[in-house]
T-cell receptor
Framework: QKEVEQDPGPLSVPEGAIVSLNCTYS??????FMWYRQYSRKGPELLMY????GNKEDGRFTAQVDKSSKYISLFIRDSQPSDSATYLC?????????FGGGTRLMVKP | SAVISQKPSRDICQRGTSLTIQCQVD?????MFWYRQQPGQSLTLIAT?????????ESGFVIDKFPISRPNLTFSTLTVSNMSPEDSSIYLC??????????FGPGTRLTVL
């Protein structure tokens, strides 16, 4: 079992939809939770960073962490074609980041 | 955040040769990391390169194949040695901040023929 599991997609939604991206993890020692966005042929870009259970909002993006269920989510409201990218969850424990496999999102105009 | 550049951005190499990838950061950072991302896959950590100490390699990666230098707090190199087609991948450097965030460079796309 991988330490961080993520549905690979692809996930295709119409413009304006609410998108839900999810990851599960197995190690309860994981402390910090991040979401990265990666456009094709680019490096990952840090979107959201949180370390506690609950919600964190930044514009159209909301990161949610449920430590009791070992489940993290990223919600995108009013999705735009420019949101089309691969989204990677990443979890920090100790001295390294562990990445999920990434979910490819396509937002159609 | 930090601004990170990598050279080269891409290269096509012959098997058996070596390629050195450079990573430059616009500010001094203690922690630097090298990752590999194979086509359609997620990121795999190759090694952690902290200034003033030997690089720490993850399982499956060895210094003879991926030697790393970290001469100062703004620069690092990763060499891919004796390349084979299986080494075709994107190689990414990243830097860590005191808040456990990591920021990534644009990557080096390597194709080995």
């Amino acid at each position: 079992q991988k330490e961080v599991e993520q549905d690979p997609g692809p996930l295709s939604v119409p413009e304006g939809a609410i998108v839900s991206l999810n990851c599960t993890y197995s190690n309860s020692a994981f402390q910090y939770f991040m979401w990265y966005r990666q456009y094709s042929r680019k490096g990952p870009e840090l979107l959201m960073y949180t370390y506690s259970s609950g919600n964190k909002e930044d514009g159209r993006f909301t990161a949610q962490v449920d430590k009791s269920s070992k489940y993290i989510s990223l919600f995108i409201r009013d999705s735009q074609p420019s949101d089309s990218a691969t989204y990677l969850c990443a979890i920090w424990a100790g001295n390294m980041l562990t990445f999920g496999g990434g979910t490819r999102l396509m937002v159609k105009p | 955040s930090a601004v990170i550049s990598q050279k080269p951005s891409r290269d096509i190499c012959q098997r058996g040769t070596s390629l050195t990838i450079q990573c430059q950061v616009d500010s001094q950072v203690t922690m630097m990391f090298w990752y590999r991302q194979q086509p359609g896959q997620s990121l795999t950590l190759i090694a952690t390169a902290n200034q003033g100490s030997e690089a720490t390699y993850e399982s499956g990666f060895v210094i003879d194949k991926f030697p790393i230098s970290r001469p100062n707090l703004t620069f690092s190199t990763l060499t891919v040695s004796n390349m084979s087609p299986e080494d075709s991948s994107i190689y990414l450097c990243s830097v860590g901040t005191g808040h456990n965030e990591q920021f990534f460079g644009p990557g080096t796309r390597l194709t080995v023929l």
